[in-house]
């Protein structure tokens, strides 16, 4: 295996350049997570089933859209490059989708509104793909070595996390804090249009530096046959099921999979457990969250260790187990009657002690499971003669959409058998209620989890394993019998 095929051809500019892209996903995955329904519900009075159809139709237009993007980033051949052309295409309509899906016109009536959500839905999904997919598969060419794929991946879950958390804290904190009278900031319409504006300017912003920031690379990452010289679209879907249909890209999309579900869960479950069960106000609540920025510099610190010291399989084992332990150790504790009372000046340390620990594992699992996704494309290779970075991120980012929607349903399913009211107002949900839906959390969470350590065990690319792909890459490269 010759020294360029391991080295990391590329500085810490780059690492950022590329880290940097993720920050338009982020801020979408933020906008969507905790924005998006209040706004149209709530501040413009779209009715929730209607909004949750329109949210939900997009997600299932991804379903068809994402593979295709991977596709055909995979099989261009341009001056540019397989990646950067989609990028630069995409970064003022993925801007411009975002401002106008928090900027309807007035006046709407409820069939003009869902069209409206929907359209704009589709379209910031698909615009954001089209830089996301392309973007992210350009770790699998940056370097091929096990470990400084690690560090790249650092910089970019860093930045996605420190992007919507940002977003999350601005949005509530400046953007939706003002109200009028007795309206609160959170059902004015203007304050939505506000923070879609901000958002669309950093989000193009951070797309455009991250695209000019790693166009110098392009003369030295990898070069596919022209589509003319290809099979096109004619084997597109026979192409994409060779490609997923391996032992590792299954063991690692499902890992994908319960990793964010696991996530999702806990985004859904923790304004719960806040608010209901240790009886906390909205100023404090915002305050635990920001222990996530403490967490987000100590997870790039560790992640860089632990690739160096450890198999990632083995990394991602031990941070499942951390996680598992720290993540609901706080309701744990509570519930034993060990913490101190919602009226003690101590509990808020202790809570945002614990959270940014736990926080911090969760961060780690993310960025190794990215990694070794990474290390798949060079197995597909040997197994199929073709690079197909594009096609592997693309169902990995459809897996963490798709997991995140799921998030939302086992959430909801959960507070149903635990039998928790609608519009509850803190302090007169009844305890065991509280207990009840606390100790499905734990045990759902506890079982995901355990499924993602079974799942990383079976996982076969190896640090060993990932060095004999590279050295039979290179040697068909040499003999020039790669197959195209």
């Known amino acids: 295996m010759t020294a360029e095929a391991t080295k990391a051809p590329f500085g810490i500019g780059t690492k950022l350049s590329y880290g940097i892209g993720s920050v338009a996903f982020g801020i979408k995955d933020n906008g969507f997570g905790a924005l998006l329904l209040l706004f149209y519900n709530q501040a413009l009075g779209l009715d929730a089933r209607l909004a949750g159809l329109a949210i939900a139709i997009a997600l299932v237009v991804d379903a068809f859209v994402d593979p295709l993007i991977g596709y055909v980033s995979d099989r261009s051949n341009t001056r540019w490059g397989r990646r950067h052309p989609f990028m630069y295409a995409a970064t003022v309509p993925a801007a411009l989708s975002y401002y106008f899906l928090f900027s309807p016109p007035d006046g709407l009536s409820q069939t003009s509104l869902f069209s409206y959500l929907l359209i704009t ?18 770790i699998a060419e940056f370097t091929q070595n096990y470990e400084e794929r690690t560090s790249y991946l650092n910089w970019r879950v860093f930045f996605g996390w420190m992007a919507g958390l940002t ?16 309206t609160p900031g959170t059902q004015i319409p203007a304050n939505y249009h ?29 070069r596919p046959p022209s589509l003319s010289e290809s099979r ?3 084997g597109f879907f026979q192409d994409v099921r060779r490609t997923l249909s391996s032992q590792s890209a299954v063991i690692i999309l499902l890992t994908g999979a319960l990793v964010m579900l696991a996530l999702a869960l806990l985004g859904g479950v923790t304004p719960y457990i806040y608010s209901y069960f240790f009886g906390l106000k909205p100023q404090q609540i915002s305050v635990l969250y920001g222990s996530a920025f403490l967490s987000a510099f100590a997870a790039l610190i560790c992640t860089h260790l ?78 199929t003669g073709r690079r197909d970075e594009g096609t592997f991120f693309a169902a990995n980012i459809f897996v963490r959409k798709c997991a995140t929607g799921l998030g939302i349903l086992l959430t909801s399913a959960l507070l149903t058998l635990a039998g928790f009211p609608e519009k509850a107002i ?5 305890e065991p209620v509280i207990t009840l839906l606390i100790k499905y959390f734990i045990g759902a969470f506890i079982i995901l989890n355990a499924a993602v350590i079974f ?30």
């Open 426 to 430: 803190p302090g007169s949900v009844p």
């Open 167 to 182: 977003m999350s804290v601005a949005a509530f904190g400046v953007f939706l804090a003002k109200g009028v009278g007795n």
């Open 121 to 138: 839905a589709i379209l910031v999904r698909v615009c954001i793909a089209f830089f996301e997919i392309p973007n992210s598969a350009l």
């Open 194 to 222: 506000f923070y879609g504006v901000a958002a669309a300017v950093i989000m193009f912003t951070a797309s455009m530096a991250s695209a000019l920031g790693t166009h110098h690379t392009i003369p030295s990452l990898y």
């Open 455 to 484: 799942c990383a065990r079976s996982f076969k690319v190896t640090r060993a394993r990932h060095a004999e792909n590279l050295a039979v890459i290179a040697k068909r490269r040499e003999q020039g019998t790669a197959a195209r």
């Open 306 to 383: 632990l690739s160096r010291w450890l198999e990632k399989r083995q990394a991602l084992m031990g941070v499942t187990i951390a996680a598992v332990l720290t993540t609901p150790i706080a309701a744990a504790l509570q519930l034993l009657g060990l913490l101190p009372a919602s009226s003690s000046p101590s509990l808020i340390p202790i809570l945002f002690t614990l959270g940014a620990v736990g926080a911090t594992f969760l961060i780690i699992q993310t960025t190794l499971y990215y990694s070794m996704t990474a290390d798949v494309v060079e197995e597909n290779e040997v197994k």
């Open 232 to 234: 096109g679209f004619d």
